[in-house]
Every structure is written in structure tokens, then in C-alpha cells.
């Protein structure tokens, strides 16, 4: 069963613009991961939040983690139609389980010049 | 440097044949995994390769699908009597700890 549900399922902005996508998961993990997919193809690491950090910078990329409520977003600031792909989040899980990643169904992310 | 790289890019298949899958994961990596993608949606957890300790086959969706991993570095994942159903991207990643890198994929179709 899916863990991470990212919404929206699709997003589509004009270039310049700010993209949130936020993710919501189930049960306690050791981490929260972001990746980047392009043409259904591999994915690509975008950025790792471990359960006791609430944010994180990478570039372009904020990403807060709210375990309380088990949510986490993701926000790309100043977009480029080079940022459009398909965004998962990945949710490692603890006790043993971590090295576990589970998928949700991804954002479709659309940036328009 | 070299990422991880998988063999074929594309296998199109009759039903009922025997598949076999390749992943070089990137040298070093003490982790391998293998997941499955259908059209649009994420992806399934099929089995993970951690050093020379035995294999989580927990996600293999039946005993069609096997993985071997020889040498803790190249690995290959064997779908016998394919079915319509196994039609999807099989992807491979390699993992130092805890960030994954992804080959490009097989797209495979079971006609």
C-alpha cells in the first residue's frame, strides 16, 4: 500500500512562479526523501529531511517536514520550464525498516515559458 | 562518474517467456534495489540487496520474479512466464546509505 500521497496530482504554473507540493504519510519514519522524474524514466535525489529536522534548503528547494501532523512540502521557488517532471515523495521507515523506501503516486509538475 | 546503468532500455516480450533484467549499480554502493513502475503511477517496492546479507524479497509479487545479485555488485532480475500484467518500467537503484540512485529503467511489454 502507499505510505507518501502527494497533492496536488498535477500542477501546472507559468515560469517565475512558486510550485508547493505537499505529501502526507501514515505511520512514524526516519526520513522523508524527494525526488525528481522525467518521462517516466529514473528518478533523481532531489533532497533528504530526517524526522527531527522541520526544514530544509537546497537551492531552489525548501522542504518542511511536520511530523506531528505527517506532512511534508515541497516548494520551488522561481520555476523554469526546466523544473517540469514528475515530483515523488519517499518515506523511510524506522526500527530496523529504514532502508525501505515507500513511493507515493507523484506530482505532475507543468511550467509553462 | 558512472551512474547506475541497466540493460535493455526496452524488452518487448511474448506472454509466457522468460525475461531477464540487468542493473550495474554504481561502484561502492552496498545497496541495491529493484522496483516496478506502471503508466502513472509511483513506484513498487520489489526487493532489496544489502551487502552479503539475505535479500527483502518482501515486494517480489510472485514466485515468477526472482533477483540474484552476484559479487555484491551487478544484479539481475528474472520474470519467468510473463503475463500481460508485468508490462511496466523496472527500475534499479544503488544506495550508499540513505538517498537512492536510479538507473534509467527497463520498459518492458508483455505482448
Known amino acids: 500500500s502507499q505510505q507518501g500521497e502527494e497533492d496536488p496530482q498535477a500542477l501546472s504554473i507559468q515560469e517565475g512562479e512558486n510550485a508547493t507540493m505537499n505529501c502526507s504519510y501514515k505511520?512514524?519514519?526516519?526520513?522523508l526523501q524527494w525526488y525528481r522524474q522525467n518521462s517516466g524514466r529514473g528518478l533523481v535525489h532531489l533532497i533528504l529531511?530526517?524526522?527531527?529536522?522541520r526544514e530544509k534548503h537546497s537551492g531552489r528547494l525548501r522542504v518542511t517536514l511536520d511530523t506531528s501532523k505527517k506532512s511534508s512540502s515541497l516548494l520551488i521557488t522561481a520555476s523554469r520550464a526546466a523544473d517540469t517532471a514528475s515530483y515523488f515523495c519517499?518515506?523511510?521507515?524506522?526500527?530496523?525498516?529504514?532502508?525501505?523506501?515507500?513511493f507515493g503516486k507523484g506530482t505532475l509538475l507543468t511550467v509553462n515559458p | 562518474g558512472a551512474g547506475v546503468s541497466q540493460s535493455p532500455s526496452n524488452k518487448v516480450t511474448e506472454k509466457g517467456k522468460d525475461v531477464e533484467l540487468r542493473c550495474d549499480p554504481i561502484?561502492?554502493?552496498?545497496?541495491l534495489y529493484w522496483y516496478r513502475q506502471s503508466l502513472g503511477q509511483g513506484l513498487e517496492f520489489l526487493i532489496y540487496?544489502?551487502?552479503?546479507?539475505?535479500?527483502?524479497k518482501s515486494g517480489l509479487p510472485s514466485d515468477r520474479f526472482s533477483a540474484e545479485r552476484t559479487g555484491g555488485s551487478v544484479s539481475t532480475l528474472t520474470i519467468q512466464r510473463t503475463q500481460q500484467e508485468d508490462s511496466a518500467v523496472y527500475l534499479c537503484?544503488?544506495?550508499?546509505?540513505?538517498?537512492?540512485?536510479f538507473g534509467p529503467g527497463t520498459r518492458l511489454t508483455v505482448t
Open positions: 519517499a518515506t523511510a521507515g524506522q526500527l530496523g525498516s529504514n532502508y525501505k523506501l515507500t
Open positions: 540487496f544489502q551487502g552479503n546479507s539475505a535479500p527483502d
Open positions: 561502484s561502492g554502493h552496498t545497496a
Open positions: 505511520t512514524s519514519i526516519n526520513n
Open positions: 529531511i530526517r524526522s527531527n529536522e
Open positions: 537503484a544503488s544506495s550508499p546509505s540513505n538517498e537512492q540512485y
